[in-house]
């Protein structure tokens, strides 16, 4: 509730400073449309100027898998040590995939679905390499899980994102 307030707030200051730059008062097109109406109806981008991402299409998510993707089935993968992957994490059906105390450096996304479940614990960092807003993400459908304690999760600097989905959760305790 507290992020929409705060979006809310971001979209609105964002909607006077546009108007203000045009030289015009904030309720000038209110008044000439003679209905609040009219520009509520316009898309957010129009008054606002900002885009927003559309959530990513889950075909595009499980469509395509590469040779250098890391599949958790019906495993369970403990990752210890430092590791850099090139491709996407997918943990699937009852699969488990731990890090625990390690960096896993990603050059792709993780995903998890079915009943999947993903920990980062006891210091561990997932690190995504990404360059924009966007580029890689944590994604969570189904019943799976993604759960975090005492760990890191950054992507360079760059704004980073998780999409969760159906009935998964995702639980970050102590995280950084």
């Not at 731990?98 to 896993?104: H, P, Q, R, S, W």
């Not at 950054?154 to 994102?161: C, E, L, S, T």
Request: net charge negative; aromatic share 12%; with cysteine.
């Amino acid at each position: 509730m507290r992020y929409i307030l705060i979006i809310l707030l971001i979209l609105s200051m964002c909607a006077f400073a546009a108007d203000q730059s045009a030289n015009k008062s904030p309720w000038e097109d209110m008044r000439a449309s003679n209905s609040f109406h009219d520009n509520q109806n316009r898309p957010v981008e129009q008054r606002t100027g900002i885009s927003f991402f559309e959530p990513i299409p889950r075909e595009s998510v499980f469509s395509s898998h590469s040779t250098s993707d890391l599949l958790v089935g019906i495993d369970t993968l403990v990752i210890d040590t430092n590791h850099t992957q090139y491709g996407n994490v997918v943990v699937f059906n009852d699969g488990v995939l731990i890090v625990d105390g390690a960096t896993l450096t990603m050059h792709g996304s993780v995903v998890g679905s079915g009943s999947g479940v993903i920990i980062f614990r006891n210091g561990a960092t997932l690190h995504f390499e990404q360059l924009y807003i966007g580029e890689y993400f944590v994604y969570i459908v189904e019943n799976s899980r993604f759960e975090a304690y005492d760990a890191t999760i950054d992507a360079n600097g760059v704004i980073h994102f998780a999409e969760l989905h159906d009935s998964s959760t995702y639980i970050a305790r102590r995280t950084w």
